[in-house]
């Protein structure tokens, strides 16, 4: 039964790399390099397609892919429904922070009461998290590059992914509230789990022995 794994290129890909050995898994292609969507293994029953980051959730969803390794932040914006999320593989871990322009004054802005421009990669968890907060925000959508914005006047704050740090100070900003701890996880398609149980619990086991690694 052929088994298709899902991932994107990426530090998704380069941090799945040793789990998938762990798993006896080797690529035949490096998807850095290669054009191919399709990438076969050493394995003639294993295969990965590789999507974008965003796209991985449905994939599993639809069983285009039976496995596939999603952040977090994707997960929660995609909505995990027909998702199994067995495993927190704690790869690819950052923070999901709001920021802002250095010198604007955060606190005063959320006190005052006035709506709040922010700009997002990820409605879903920026609109929760202010909600909580009791305040009132016109959310704006973008696809990439949200540390722009504050710049040239789009938003007031951005809710975005920091790793090092280096990409916010490089432009300006500054992170002024945490608001989820991000790392990677193993999603499932549920009907894949029963059909393929054989050939996926083998794997399962060998990335949750091999990621436990990872954790502190
Ligand atoms: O790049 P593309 O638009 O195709 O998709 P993507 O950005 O969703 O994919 P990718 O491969 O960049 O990220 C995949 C997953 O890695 C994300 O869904 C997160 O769960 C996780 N991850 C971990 C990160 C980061 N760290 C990260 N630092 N994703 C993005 N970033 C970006 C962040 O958005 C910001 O622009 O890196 C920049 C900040 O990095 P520092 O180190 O300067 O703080
Ligand atoms: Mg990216």
Do not use: W
């Not at 004054?105 to 997002?120: C, F, Q």
């Not at 990439?144 to 975005?160: F, K, N, R, T």
């Amino acid at each position: 039964m052929t088994l298709t794994i899902a991932l994107s290129k990426g530090r998704i890909f380069e941090e799945t790399l040793p789990l998938l050995a762990a798993a006896g898994i080797t690529p035949a292609e490096d998807p850095e390099s290669s054009r191919k969507l399709i990438i076969g293994t050493n394995h003639p029953d294993v295969r990965l397609v590789i999507v974008r980051a965003s796209d991985v959730p449905t994939y599993v969803q639809y069983g285009a892919a039976d496995l596939g390794i999603a952040g977090r932040d994707v997960l929660i914006e995609h909505g995990g429904a027909g998702l199994y999320q067995p495993l927190d593989l704690n790869i690819a871990r950052c923070r999901m922070m709001v920021a802002v322009q250095n010198g604007f004054d955060y606190d005063e802005a959320v006190k005052h009461g006035a709506r709040l421009k922010v700009a997002t990669k990820y409605p879903k968890i920026a609109r929760e998290h202010f909600a909580r907060k009791g305040v009132h925000v016109d959310i704006i959508k973008l696809y990439g590059s949200m540390e722009l914005a504050p710049l040239v006047g789009l938003a007031d704050a951005i809710v975005d992914l920091v790793s090092t740090g280096n990409t916010l100070k490089a432009n300006h900003l500054s992170a002024v509230e945490h608001i989820l701890d991000i790392s990677s996880r193993l999603v499932v398609n549920q009907a894949a789990l029963k059909l393929k149980y054989a050939t996926i619990q083998p794997v399962l086991d060998a990335f949750a022995a091999a990621s436990a690694d990872n954790r502190e």
